[in-house]
């Protein structure tokens, strides 16, 4: 089993930035990939970056520019990296870790971003 627990959610404003941070832990597989997906309320949950084990990232349109994820191997710890929020980047954040035909969820965080 996995385990992933989010954090850095929070209240901010628009034009600012955080960091949010996911960490598993559990049988965690060499070559996994790391994942930040996002839910807006009334909206289906979209995937946002993910990243592999070997560094290789990727990002959804909508993200490119402004999300940068990372990972820290040593520590089962993936990180999202948001600037300039905007009020459409409000949603709850969820990571998702994939390894061996599964996907694992953590229970989310919330963004608000005021304008």
């Known amino acids: 089993q996995v385990q992933l627990v989010e954090s850095g959610g929070g209240l901010v404003q628009a034009g600012g930035s955080l960091r949010l941070s996911c960490a598993a832990s559990g049988s965690i597989f060499s070559g996994n990939v790391m994942s930040w997906y996002r839910q807006a309320p009334g909206k289906q949950r979209e995937l946002v970056a993910g990243?592999?084990?070997?560094?290789?990232?990727n990002y959804a349109d909508s993200a490119k520019g402004r999300f940068t994820i990372s990972r820290d191997k040593g520590k089962n710890t993936v990180y999202l990296r948001v600037n300039s929020l905007k009020p459409e980047d409000t949603a709850v954040y969820y990571c998702?870790?994939?390894?061996?035909?599964?996907?694992?969820w953590g229970q989310g965080t919330q963004v608000t971003v005021s304008s």
């Open positions: 998702a870790v994939t390894q061996g035909g599964a996907t694992y």
């Open positions: 990243i592999t084990s070997g560094g290789y990232t």
